[in-house]
T-cell receptor, first 118, second 110 residues
Framework: GAVVSQHPSRVICKSGTSVKIECRSL??????MFWYRQFPKQSLMLMAT?????????EQGVEKDKFLINHASLTLSTLTVTSAHPEDSSFYIC??????????????FGEGSRLTVL | SQQGEEDPQALSIQEGENATMNCSYK?????LQWYRQNSGRGLVHLIL?????REKHSGRLRVTLDTSKKSSSLLITASRAADTASYFC??????????FGSGTRLQVQP
C-alpha cells in the first residue's frame, strides 16, 4: 500500500514557540492531504484539508492562523502550530488517499506526531 | 463533527474469543471503512464495505453494513493478544475526508 511518512514523531516545546510537522507521501503523489487531531482515548477530528498549490480548507472551529498548512508539492504538506500553548498538546496525524484510489477508498496515515507544549 | 458512534467504548475478552464492535452513523454514505490504531501510532486500514454491499470478509474479519439502520459491525474471530488496539469506523460521504467514529478499545487477554 501507499506509504505516508510523518515527522517528527514526538516534539516537546515551550509555550509561545512554533512547531512544524511534516507529512510526506513516499511512493505516490497526493494532491490532497488531511490533518487530523486526536486527544487521548478519543476519536480523530478533522482539522483541515490540505490542497497542493492552493489554500487549505479548514473545518469549523479550527483557527487557520493558529494552524498554518502549506502544501507546496505533490508529496509534502506541513502543519505549523504557531505560538503553541499547553492546550495545543495533542496527537496530530496526517493522511492521504493513495495514488490509485482517487477520491474514494482508503486513507493512508502517517505515524502521527505527539506534541507536548510546556 | 462526529459522524459515527461506536459501542462498546471498551471491550475486554480472552484469546480465542470473538470480538464484535458496532458503529452507527447519521448521513448517507458511499462506503464505510474500519481502521485499527495501536496505542500512540497511526491508523491502519482494515476493510472497506460499499453502500451496496451487506457483508464482507477479510481473513478473520467480518464486516456487515445495514444502510437502513445506518449501522455496521466488525467481527474479529478467534482473537489474539496482538489484536489489542483501538478500532474505528469511518464513513465516506463523498467529501474527500473520512469522518471517524468514537472508537472501541479492544483488550485481548492472553
Amino acid at each position: 500500500g501507499a506509504v505516508v511518512s510523518q515527522h517528527p514523531s514526538r516534539v516537546i516545546c515551550k509555550s509561545g514557540t512554533s512547531v512544524k510537522i511534516e507529512c510526506r507521501s513516499l511512493d505516490f503523489q497526493a494532491t490532497t492531504m488531511f490533518w487530523y487531531r486526536q486527544f487521548p482515548k478519543q476519536s480523530l477530528m478533522l482539522m483541515a484539508t490540505s490542497n497542493e498549490g492552493s489554500k487549505a480548507t479548514y473545518e469549523q472551529g479550527v483557527e487557520k492562523d493558529k494552524f498554518l498548512i502549506n502544501h507546496a508539492s505533490l508529496t509534502l504538506s506541513t502543519l505549523t502550530v504557531t505560538s503553541a500553548h499547553p492546550e495545543d498538546s495533542s496527537f496530530y496525524i496526517c493522511s492521504a488517499r493513495g495514488g490509485t484510489s482517487g477520491n474514494t477508498g482508503e486513507l493512508f496515515f502517517g505515524e502521527g506526531s505527539r506534541l507536548t507544549v510546556l | 463533527s462526529q459522524q459515527g458512534e461506536e459501542d462498546p467504548q471498551a471491550l475486554s475478552i480472552q484469546e480465542g474469543e470473538n470480538a464484535t464492535m458496532n458503529c452507527s452513523y447519521k448521513t448517507s454514505i458511499n462506503n464505510l471503512q474500519w481502521y485499527r490504531q495501536n496505542s500512540g501510532r497511526g491508523l491502519v486500514h482494515l476493510i472497506l464495505i460499499r453502500s451496496n454491499e451487506r457483508e464482507k470478509h477479510s481473513g478473520r474479519l467480518r464486516v456487515t453494513l445495514d444502510t437502513s439502520k445506518k449501522s455496521s459491525s466488525l467481527l474479529i474471530t478467534a482473537s489474539r493478544a496482538a489484536d489489542t488496539a483501538s478500532y474505528f469506523c469511518a464513513t465516506d460521504t463523498g467529501r474527500r475526508a473520512l469522518t471517524f467514529g468514537s472508537g472501541t478499545r479492544l483488550q485481548v487477554q492472553p
